[in-house]
């Protein structure tokens, strides 16, 4: 059974920064590609970034060259480092399998870029 915890985010102001990290237990990293989804209410699911399991990146338009995905494989282990945050960045973070995710999804976490 695949289990997916996201920790990490939190209130902060318009150009600051957080990090998200992503502790997945089963065999979910035998999945290769792992990737960080937002998600506002109303709206769909956005795959923002996704990581090959030898650290090759991809990101969306929106986020490139603001955020950055990383992995420990052995710590089975996804993060985000999120840096001039805007208020659209604001969102529930989730992370799986990418592109095409898995039914099991975490509890996510709560973003917020607010003054």
């Known amino acids: 059974q695949v289990q997916l915890v996201e920790s990490g985010g939190g209130l902060v102001q318009p150009g600051g920064s957080l990090r998200l990290s992503c502790a997945a237990s089963?065999?979910?990293?035998?999945?290769?590609?792992m990737g960080w989804y937002r998600q506002v209410p109303g709206k769909q699911r956005e795959l923002v970034a996704a990581?090959?399991?030898?650290?090759?990146?991809n990101y969306a338009d929106s986020v490139k060259g603001r955020f950055t995905i990383s992995r420990d494989n052995a710590k089975n282990t996804v993060y985000l480092q999120m840096n001039s945050l805007k208020p659209e960045d604001t969102a529930v973070y989730y992370c799986?399998?990418?592109?095409?995710?898995?039914?099991?999804w975490g509890q996510g976490t709560q973003v917020t870029v607010s003054s």
């Open positions: 799986n399998r990418a592109p095409t995710p898995t039914d099991y």
């Open positions: 089963g065999n979910i990293f035998s999945f290769y590609v």
């Open positions: 990581i090959t399991s030898d650290g090759s990146a």
